[in-house]
């Protein structure tokens, strides 16, 4: 539906325009800046919102008209038809969809290949379905006139501010508008410079607001206006409010004016700011607060799914004395204190951009070019954070960001501004950057607007009675039932939607692990969603080939109804993945649940299947009629039917390339994969055949459909398939075609008047991190994490960095400076601290020791106390933050322990492990335990060296030095403490549970530059990354040589000159085996490795029989594959998890010829 076009009302000529950015602007060029008035709404006005509240200017001057928005603002649902059911067939058709639901079923497996045009019979009218609707307009308006100059707006992507500053006369104006989070309202200030702040009209207007009915506006008091409406007529539909109060300095008056009220007109009145004659008033500002009666918690039966709660005005009256209690200045602090602290505290990128303040940001839009210069790295740099501020100004709130964020202008918005196939893409980026809040939201409201309802559905559509599900299109009224309207076999048939959602379910939890939380929202989502498709998947009776389809389906949003596609088996796949990787942590005692989910997930089909053209299929294909091309594509139907030229928009059956998993760590194995799936096809094979789908979909402006989304996705997956110029040419043409001059994404941007669809603004950086940080999750816990740095490092970002970023899995935030002609460095903080163990603190650590080592080995609470109380200083704790998600109480978890006591001897007896002999120098350590709940996160090996820093520390003002550090360990545990720099010594004597033990020693600094004999030296990290010349010629030549791009995915690197000589250290610990003798850095994107730590990783001949990669959780490592026959070295990392050991991810092309 088209909209208004909202036109600011006077229209200026600006005589003195800014030619360079207002002085105003971020220093670090983190904002938009413009120097004429914004026309249209969705090119050129600008955003500012707290999630709860949301507003757009166009920066006026002697008028400013600001959007307003209200979250909960809808038209429809309830409150305009008290029998709205979500969508749903009445419960006494439950017996009839049963039969309907069979005769499609019937058909699909009489028919596959489709002649099912509408699947009507199971949809229903949309009845009061509703609309995200704007809130009205706030006119703000100045009693000045005369020529304008100095003209500049902008949004401070920093402060979260939009701003707007002029000359007229000889007054300097300011005004600022910003939504605060914190205290749930929006400001607006306006100051003036060099004069008096001219006489200030404050109304609310519903002219400009499409079909909003006029509302009660009256005065609250002397200095605040309230205003109480419906968002329709008839039926009068959800009420609304707001209250508007007013601000001046001392020497200027603030009063409420009441019109008298005009015969069958609504009463009317509007707040005034006057500075008398003489007087110095140079600032006034207005603060709102607004809501509507909307209650997610009454979406249930028990509520009878009407969503009402509390009437809005007497919600916000009793909020006013606080809002009117605070000054500008507090206001403004808490607001910028607060979106610092979201957006850029914990996280930043710099993709080496240079920051241009002469040109406007319209300017530079015009100028941005496709696959274009290192210029383009600026405005690539600015949409990644607008997409990041964006998220964090319209999702922290109640509700989670729709398909307008928060921002929408008239009643009626395209789509609804609902929740589709946007909710999915808003929030990809959101945990891997730092944005881990703005999620509750998006969880809170799947929880109570789509499980309730859900439910209900299941039992009545499909004639379950487990579970829950929803289907393509979502409102804030648990909307959960088949839409109908337009062609239904297209896109109404999505019960896979709620799964869809599950894979953000499940990522907080791997980002986070946040047990509470998964215990009381996370798993209970997960269960219900995968509880219903449990029940759904049915035996193939067409192919009879004993797997599990989903029938019907159809490839969203694409004809035929049919059975088995691609996306349905990938999607439903992983959610029973999940359910396997969560129960442990879930608290769930219901095992028949989870067993029941691993048997059909063995028997399902997985959606890959490869078709005659070399596609991906996405529905899926017989093997025995299945001819399979040179050119290796992806089917997206279980019947062979995928057409070449079809570009639709929708990348449905790649949805496991991304953001899933299913193809991009595709797993051939039976353990993996299932008694249900042809085990024909190699990774390498269905990673090209994704490829081939990829590059037949065109680049995003097929003929249904031009939208920035659809290219942001493919900017995702061709990172995924590590195509640096693709996914920069996809990344770049997004930004080019569909981000209007104020950089929302655009449908149809070439329409005079385009659809803001914000879908693109999220799904821009998740593209970007894609292709500068890689850790697709995979099927099992005991498969490890593979993650790829700088996958595909475009030439237009010559250098830059990342800080904080998260990896899945809890990992911690990974840092890394990059750059294509020099070195670049990385490290991990996990967010984790250390601090010594306290008293009260004594039996934690003994519950980890109970949990960590066996009966007969760990140690008593008398040791513990004696080991606290005499070497506390040696007695250190890993502790995390622990915030109560139910109390809200902040206090710090101990979750890992290393303690110790001195001993004179430097070896390890029974007797020294037993005493404690206060200024020895022998550091004997008793226990190393991290809580199981947070191994295999790399704490253990931080601890450890966190503990040896401190120790070495201790020793520039100790007089008695720490010479060396003792430990027994077990066998499986040398790896582990070798990586800690401890040497191997033997079999130790001591004698402590039925294990062997073997002695392990690390030599300390001693603070001077004298070493004990036999200690090799130790390089700092900076000598470490001093640069070229701590690199033989040889190794620099051949990792600039560019990577073989058809070259699969492994951990093979070959044909370094002389035998690796220059990079290896023989030190003979074991036969044919040698550690590499420097750090191996990357110094450009396509050089095919990234950063490997001195010693860490290990080089086996050939010809060698130990061909088993270390590593104390060996467990986790894939089986090596086989080397080719030109190779004689092979490179073997430890578990990947460390971070500090990434490794090859290409091979390296040769040097010369005959290399090693």
């Known amino acids: ?130 609309s995200y609707a704007g809130a009205g307009h706030l006119l703000a308006s100045l009693t000045t006139s005369g020529p304008i100059s100095n003209y500049g707006r902008w949004l401070d992507l920093d402060q979260g501010l939009a701003v707007t500053s002029w000359t007229q006369g000889d007054v300097d104006l300011t005004r600022t508008t910003f939504c605060s989070n914190p205290t749930k309202s929006c400001i607006q200030h306006i100051s003036a410079q060099n004069g008096p702040l001219p006489n200030l009209t404050y109304a609310f207007s519903v002219a400009l607001e499409s079909g909003l009915p006029a509302p009660n506006i009256t005065c609250q008091n002397f200095t605040s206006l309230l205003v109480n409406g419906f968002v329709s007529n008839s039926p009068p539909g959800m009420s609304y409010a707001f209250v508007f109060s007013a601000f001046a300095s001392p020497s200027a008056r603030v009063q409420c004016i009441q019109f008298p009220v005009a015969f069958g007109a609504p009463p009317n009145a509007t707040l005034q700011v006057i500075t008398p004659a003489n007087a110095t008033n140079t600032e006034a500002w207005i603060t709102w607060i607004g809501d509507t009666e909307y209650d ?157 309802r859900g439910a209900y559905t299941a039992q009545v559509l499909y004639n379950i009675s487990q579970g829950w599900v929803t289907h393509n299109e979502m409102n804030i009224f648990g909307h959960t039932g088949m839409k109908g309207g337009g062609n239904t076999a297209e896109w109404a048939d999505y019960p896979e939607s709620a799964v869809w959602m599950m894979f953000h379910v499940w990522d907080h939890f791997d980002y986070t692990n946040d047990v509470a939380w998964w215990k009381a929202q996370g798993w209970p989502l997960l269960k219900g969603v995968a509880s219903f498709h449990v029940k759904k998947l049915l035996p193939d009776l067409h192919f009879n080939d004993s797997t599990l389809v989903v029938a019907p389906c159809n490839s969203p949003e694409q004809v035929p109804i049919t ?33 029941e989910v691993r048997s059909v997930r063995t028997k399902m089909d997985k959606g890959l299947r490869i078709g005659s053209w070399g596609q991906l299929q996405g529905n899926i294909p017989t093997f025995e009629n299945m001819k399979v091309s040179t050119t290796i594509t992806n089917l997206e139907w279980k019947v062979d039917q995928d057409s070449p030229s079809d570009t639709h928009r929708h990348l449905s059956h790649l949805i496991g390339l991304y953001p899933g998993y299913a193809i991009t760590n595709f797993d051939p194995s039976p353990s993996v994969q299932g008694t249900g799936v042809s085990r024909r096809y190699s990774k390498s094979q269905i990673l090209s055949a994704a490829g081939t789908s990829l590059l037949h979909r065109g680049n995003g402006t097929g003929p249904d459909a031009d939208s920035g989304w659809e290219k942001a996705w493919r900017a995702a997956a061709w990172a995924q398939l590590q195509n640096t110029s693709m996914f920069y040419h996809e990344l770049s043409f997004a930004l080019s075609e569909n981000f209007g001059p104020n950089l929302f994404s655009l449908y149809n941007p070439y ?90 603190e004594t039996d934690s650590a003994l519950e980890i020791e109970k949990q960590g080592y066996p009966a007969d080995e760990a140690g008593t609470e008398a040791s513990f106390r004696l080991r606290q109380s005499q070497a506390g200083d040696l007695f250190l704790g890993a502790y995390e933050q622990n915030a109560d998600s139910t109390s809200g109480s902040n206090s710090r978890k101990l979750v890992g322990y290393i303690c110790a006591t001195l001993s004179p001897a430097t070896s390890l007896t029974h007797h020294s492990m037993s005493t404690h002999v206060p200024e020895s120098s022998s550091v004997c350590i008793h226990s190393v335990c991290v809580a199981p709940s947070h191994q295999h996160r790399g704490i253990g090996l931080a601890l450890m060296k966190e503990y040896i820093a401190r120790l070495e520390k201790a020793n520039e003002a100790r007089s008695a ?54 200690e090799e030296g130790r390089e700092s990290p900076e000598q470490m990354l001093s640069g070229h010349q701590s690199m033989p010629p040889g190794v620099l030549e051949a990792l600039h040589r560019p990577s073989n791009t058809s070259a699969s995915m492994s951990k093979l690197i070959s044909d370094f000159p002389n035998a690796l000589s220059d990079v290896l250290d023989s030190n003979g610990k074991r036969a044919g ?67 500090e050991n990434i490794g090859f991810t290409r091979p390296v092309q040769p040097v010369t010829e005959g290399g090693a």
Request: glycine fraction near 8%; aromatic fraction near 10%; include cysteine.
């Open 1 to 130: 539906m088209r909209r208004w076009l909202v036109r600011t009302l006077p229209v200026f000529l600006l005589l003195d325009a800014a030619t360079t950015a207002p002085s105003g602007f971020p220093k670090s060029g983190n904002g938009l800046w413009y120097n004429q008035t914004g026309n249209v709404w969705s090119r050129e006005w600008l955003p500012v919102g707290n999630g709860h509240l949301a507003a757009t200017v166009p920066g006026g001057t002697q008028q400013e008209t600001t959007q307003l928005n209200i979250e909960t603002l809808w038209s429809g649902g309830p409150f305009s038809d008290p029998t709205y059911n979500g969508g749903n067939k009445q419960a006494s058709e439950q017996a009839a969809m049963a039969s309907v639901m069979q005769d499609y079923r019937d058909w699909i497996f009489h028919n596959v290949t489709g002649d099912i045009d509408n699947i009507e019979d199971l949809t229903t009218d949309q009845g009061q379905y509703g």
């Open 563 to 595: 059975l088995g596609c691609a996306h349905a088996q990938q999607v439903i796949w992983q959610l029973f993945n999940a359910v396997e990787k969560g129960f442990d942590s879930s608290g769930d005692t219901d095992t028949a649940f989870l067993e």
């Open 296 to 452: 997610m918690n009454a979406g249930d039966a028990a509520h009878n799914f009407s969503f009402a709660g509390e009437k809005p005005v007497p919600k916000l009256q009793a909020r006013l004395p606080i809002i009117a209690s605070s000054d500008y200045q507090t206001l403004l602090k808490q607001h910028t204190d607060d979106i610092k602290s979201v957006l850029s505290d914990s996280f930043a990128l710099d993709l080496g951009q240079k920051p241009n303040v002469d040109l406007p940001t319209d300017a530079l839009r015009s100028q941005y070019t496709v696959d274009g210069p290192q210029s383009n790295a600026y405005l690539d740099w600015l949409l990644f954070n607008y997409g990041r501020y964006l998220l964090a100004s319209s999702s922290r709130s109640v509700l989670p960001a729709n398909l307008q964020g928060k921002w929408a202008n008239g009643i009626s918005n395209a789509w609804s501004a609902d929740a589709n196939i946007n909710l999915q893409m808003n929030y990809w980026a959101a945990e891997m950057t730092g944005l881990h809040s703005t999620t509750s939201s998006l969880f809170n409201y799947i929880e109570k607007t789509w499980a309730p």
């Open 1073 to 1139: 085996v040698s550690t590499n003798k420097y750090d191996l850095l990357c110094p450009r994107s396509d050089c095919g490795s990234v950063i490997l730590k001195k010693g860490v990783a290990e080089w086996v001949e050939r010809a060698s029989v130990q061909m088993e990669p270390p590593g104390y959780d060996k467990h986790r490592l894939p089986p090596l594959p086989t080397p080719p026959e030109t190779a004689q070295w092979w490179l073997i990392t430890p578990s990947p998890m460390a971070f």
């Open 961 to 1014: 030095k720490y010479e060396r550090v003792l430990l027994i360990a077990h066998e499986e545990l040398r790896d582990f403490y070798e990586r800690a720099g401890f040497e191997w010594l033997g079999k130790s004597d001591v004698v402590h549970g039925s294990k062997p033990w073997f002695e392990m020693r690390r030599v300390l600094s001693l603070g001077t530059s004298s070493r004990e004999e036999g």
């Open 751 to 840: 329409d005079p008047d385009p659809i803001f669809q914000i879908d693109a603004n999220f799904g821009f950086p998740a593209a970007v991190m894609n292709g500068l940080l890689q850790a697709p999750d995979v099927a099992s816990i005991s498969t490890p994490l593979t993650v790829t740095l700088l996958p595909t490092l475009p030439p237009q970002w010559p250098s830059g960095s990342i800080r904080g970023a998260r990896i899945r899995g809890d990992l911690g935030r990974l840092s890394v400076d990059f750059c294509r002609t020099s070195l670049f460095t990385m490290a991990t903080s996990p967010d984790i601290f250390f601090d010594y163990v306290s008293a009260d």
